[in-house]
Each structure stands twice: as C-alpha cells, then as structure tokens.
C-alpha cells in the first residue's frame, strides 16, 4: 500500500476504558464522521465487545446501517438530521433519531404510521448552541403527550456551546442549569437523560446523568488546550490519552535538485543549495491540507523533513537533505509518533488555522485501514 493508516486497538480500548473508569458509567461512544476519520468498521469491530459500550452516536442512515452490521444488537443514536427518504427507512429500521424542533416531529408521526412502526426518539433542547434542537415549554408539550402510540421517547438530551475553548465554564454552567430545570419539570423514568462530551466527562461529574456521550477523546486528544489546563487544575494530575491513530505513507521518489531550482506549483519554494527531495504519493484529495504547504513536516527515518512546495492533489514533497541513506520505498510518518517524534493531528490542526477534529476526520475514507497492537 502507497499509503494507509494504522488504527491502534489498545491505544482505543484505553481510551474508552479510562472514561468508564473516570464517570462509571456507560458510554455513548460518538463514531460519526467516519469515527472522527478512523474508520468507522474498523473502530466498531474493535469496540462492540466492550462491555461498558451502551450505544453508538452516528450522524446518517449509511453510518447506522454499518454500526448494525458490524455490532448487531448494541443500541444506535443517529444524532443527524434527516430528509423525508432517510427518515422513513430510520424508523422502519427501528434506529433511534433525535427530534430537534416540533415540525420534525410532525415528520416523524407522518412516516411512523406510513411504515407502521413506533419512532424510538430522543428530544433534543436547545440550551445555548442556537442550532438544532427545541425550547423547554416545546419539549414539556411534547413530554405531556405521554398516550401517543406512534412515538416512544427513549432519551432526552442537550449538547455545550463552549466549553472546550476556554477555561471560563460559565456558560456551559448556565446550559446545565437549564438542562436541569427542565429535567425538575418533567417525569423522565425510563428516559435516558445524556448531556456530556468527551471535555464535560474530564471536568464535570454533574453532567453524567445516565450516559456518558465520548467522540474526540476516545480517540486519544484532549478536546482543547483549554480542556487539558482546567482538568490539571482541578485534579493535579494527568491522565494518559494515547493517539489511536497514525498516517503512513512510502517514498516515492528521491531527487537530487540544484540551487535555484523551484519545487511544485506555483514556484511557492526555491532551493538555496544543492537539496535532496523526496515524493510522497499523498495529497489533499487524500486528506493532507493543502495549507500544511511549505510549512508541515513529515517524518522518515526517526527524523522530521520539512515541507517543501505546495501540496498536490496526490503528491507531496519534503526536503531530506539532512537525513542519510533515504531511498524509495522508505516509510513515511505523516501523522503519528514514532521514538520521541510526534507529529499529531493537534499539531498539524495548529500549522493550518484549524482543529484536530477537521484534520482527523477529513482523512480520505477510501484509504485502507489496518488495525496494528502497541
């Protein structure tokens, strides 16, 4: 394989372990968006045996549909919105949907009695973030219609506007407040009430509730720098997240290029001396940002080799002047660990203006997925 990425099995079940561990409840294990650009088989097939794994938060119906074939019976959440097609075949399929507002759920009866099968949902209120989801009067009125045949509430949950990017709780504070204002006003037995992310399950026992929601930790990042800082200052210590994937690629070719010489389009880079560079058979199509031009580094042989010229659409090229004996076929590091290097996702999320959330998840889905151990 020219390039690949390698999924690591117990650095993911550490993860997960260790947010069991630190709430002691079950997990609602987030695997949309490809899980986080793991591999969404793949991560499933690693995770469906633990025991502590009580549902899978997925955003569309091709996601569930994998989720049910890889883990059968586990409970699936589709947290997306959804068009008339998709919502029909959801709760034919007996999925379990979030319904955000009161014409959704005027949908969700529509095709509930169409496909003759009650809608298993979870009422979503909106507690600050201003997008999808439903005031608490709206979501009392439709508490109160407890005799409906064609819809069962199966959970009631809200999700935080800002508390990964800053160490000022305030106002993820009042968004619980809010949360549990309505909870004091509505009988929730037998409803599953779930508000945390994977930066309220490190700081905040209080919004545990039933089910602890997990996506960018168990993958093995703190959500922010701002969440890393609060957790030190309100536990003095530090817990080990381990990076459950890395981005591998192999040499191309190698060049010997003169002074003077322009490297890639746009002539965005000139050699100073006689240089060495290599072609890495990846580029943006492939998930590597075109913005890392020129400024990112890769690693090859235990040691970091620059950037050099803009990203391709399938290429790339670093200079390895500095680093002997590199020869094609060499195996390169674009995203990982490798004896004291690290070239993580965050890092490559700070060079490009982004978050390590984007860099993760944009990583092509078609490029294989191997599952090594430590």
């Known amino acids: 394989m020219k390039t690949h990425i390698e999924i690591n099995a117990d650095h993911l079940k550490h993860n997960l372990s260790l947010f069991h561990g630190i709430s002691g409840k079950h997990i609602m294990f987030v695997v949309k968006a490809n899980a986080y650009g793991h591999g969404l088989g793949e991560i499933v097939r690693l995770s469906k045996d633990l025991p502590f794994i009580g549902y899978y938060a997925v955003d569309s119906l091709p996601e569930a549909l ?22 029909s075949e959801l709760i034919e399929q007996k999925f379990e949907i979030v319904v955000p507002s009161l014409d959704y759920m005027k949908r969700v009866r529509q095709f509930s009695h169409k496909v003759r099968q009650t809608a298993l949902v979870h009422l979503k209120m909106d507690t600050g973030t201003s997008r999808l989801g439903m005031e608490l009067q709206e979501i009392k009125g439709l508490l109160n219609q407890s005799n409906e045949t064609s819809i069962e509430i199966k959970g009631l949950y809200s999700h935080f506007a800002n508390i990964e990017d800053t160490t000022d709780h305030s106002c993820a504070e009042h968004q619980l407040e809010l949360f549990n204002e309505l909870l004091a006003q509505v009988r929730t037995r037998k409803i599953l009430r779930h508000f945390s992310c ?35 200052e309100k536990n003095k210590e530090k817990i080990d997240l381990k990076p459950v994937l890395s981005w591998v690629s192999k040499v191309a070719q190698v060049r010997s290029i003169e002074k003077g010489r322009y490297i890639g389009y746009g002539l965005t880079y000139q050699t100073f001396s006689r240089s060495r560079m290599i072609v890495i058979p990846v580029g943006y199509y ?89």
Not at 222 to 231: F, L, V
Request: one cysteine or more; glycine letters at 6%.
């Open 66 to 87: 994998e989720v049910r074939k890889e883990a059968g019976t586990k409970r699936i959440l589709v947290i997306g919105w959804a068009d008339d097609e998709e919502l």
């Open 198 to 232: 994977s930066a309220s399950a490190l700081l905040f026992p209080q919004t545990y509730f039933d089910m602890v929601r997990v996506g960018i930790s168990a993958y093995g990042y703190w959500p922010s720098k701002q969440t890393y800082i609060s957790y030190i």
């Open 286 to 374: 492939d998930g590597y940002d075109r913005r890392l031009s020129n400024i990112s580094n890769i690693l090859i042989r235990d040691s970091r080799a620059p950037v050099r010229g803009r990203i391709c659409m399938n290429m790339m090229m670093a200079e390895v002047t500095h680093i002997k004996n590199v020869k094609e076929g060499d195996r390169v590091l674009l995203i990982g660990i490798e004896k004291g290097e690290k070239l993580d996702a965050e890092y490559l999320a700070n060079l490009s203006g982004s978050i390590h959330y984007e860099i993760l998840s944009r990583i092509n889905p078609c490029i294989p997925r191997k599952v090594v151990s430590q």
